[in-house]
């Protein structure tokens, strides 16, 4: 996908930063982080990797948040997929948009 390191950066990167550094209470604190803040954000729980919660960003357009915890071996991962027919709604670009809103939104919460 042409945006897929815009989307990546803007969407993924941040919440596995914020939520998945050692330093910033990552593993399972930083997973109870996260799970407080996509509730706080208005998500609902999905049951999908380590955390994850679906989100509703226009009528037609669902997205979800899904984390995985870091370990000794892995960094922690962050992922933003959205519903299937997403593109014939909106174009990558604003989708990867959209992505990024939702991850500064989660981290807010967390704040």
């Known amino acids: 996908m ?6 990546v950066e803007r969407a ?15 593993g399972e604190g930083g997973l109870a982080r996260f799970r407080a803040a996509a509730a706080a954000a208005g998500g609902l729980p999905l049951e999908l990797a380590d955390a994850a919660f679906a989100f509703q960003a226009l009528p037609r357009l669902a997205l979800a948040a899904l984390m995985w915890a870091g370990d000794d071996e892995f960094p922690a991962q962050a992922s933003v997929v959205f519903d299937g027919a997403a593109g014939h709604y909106l174009p990558a670009e604003d989708l990867a948009r959209i992505g990024g809103l939702l991850a500064r ?3 807010g919460a967390a704040s």
């Open 12 to 26: 993924e990167a941040p919440p596995a930063r914020g939520f998945g550094a050692a330093g910033s209470g990552g």
């Open 2 to 7: 042409f945006y897929a390191p815009s989307s």
């Open 105 to 107: 939104r989660l981290i």
